[in-house]
């Protein structure tokens, strides 16, 4: 990936706004010109929302770099007892300033 070791912000649960701001106070305050935003689940439509909104609103400057996208199988067990296999989708974008490369 093109983001190799740059600083990552993983999205759970919480308001797409916090999200927003770890990726700006990391692209911002930490001195470095690329992040990734990480997500699983059903927080990948928070993480697109967030990156666009960093996009869109906040700083023009940002570009996507490189997404990346997968999925895992994991086992989980039914309330029967049964293990099930199970695939969980995930989502990796790299985000980073416009004219100023690694």
Avoid: H, W
């Amino acid at each position: 990936m093109a983001c190799e070791g740059a600083p990552e912000v993983r999205i759970g649960r919480k308001p797409v706004m916090n999200y927003v701001l770890a990726v700006l106070t990391t692209l911002m305050e930490q001195g470095t010109n690329q992040v990734v935003v990480k997500a699983r689940g059903r927080n990948i439509n928070r993480a697109v929302d967030a990156v666009e909104i960093v996009r869109k609103r906040f700083a023009k400057n940002i570009e996507i770099k490189d997404i990346k996208i997968d999925s895992q199988e994991i086992e989980v067990q039914t309330p029967e007892g049964q293990t099930r296999t199970r695939r969980v989708s995930s989502i990796e974008i790299c985000l980073e300033k416009a004219g100023e490369s690694a």
